[in-house]
């Protein structure tokens, strides 16, 4: 059983960081593709970026790139997406998610494990 637990988020002011963590376990994810995605109030849930575990290949939202980074650490089985340049729109639900298919371009309904969550609010 995958699981995927994120944590990190919060109240910052614009131009400030975060650091998101998705905490993965239930198997090996040598095969998989593990990727951010947000949902603003109101809105479709949306790409930020992914990350294939072994190859380490990235992808990033236009809306992102320059300021955010995701990485991955093999001994813990976690993921990171650095937040930097905070801005009001960036504010949303974000949800770390794991597909098992080892490529960045894969759509949104394959993946098929989620988080619960984690509220960043960015004030202006």
């Known amino acids: 059983q995958v699981q995927l637990v994120e944590s990190g988020g919060g109240l910052v002011q614009a131009g400030g960081s975060l650091r998101l963590s998705c905490a993965a376990s239930g198997r090996t994810f040598s095969n998989y593709v593990m990727g951010w995605f947000r949902q603003a109030p109101g809105k479709e849930r949306e790409f930020v970026a992914a990350i294939t575990w072994s190859g380490g290949i990235t992808r990033y939202a236009d809306s992102v790139k320059g300021r955010f980074t995701i990485s991955r650490e093999f001994a813990s089985k976690t993921v990171y997406l650095q937040m930097n340049s905070l801005k009001a729109e960036d504010t949303a639900v974000y949800y770390c998610?794991?597909?098992?298919?080892?490529?960045?371009?894969?759509?949104?309904?394959?993946?098929?494990?989620w988080g619960q969550g984690t509220q960043v609010t960015v004030s202006s």
């Open positions: 998610a794991a597909a098992g298919y080892p490529t960045v371009t894969i759509p949104i309904k394959m993946y098929n494990y």
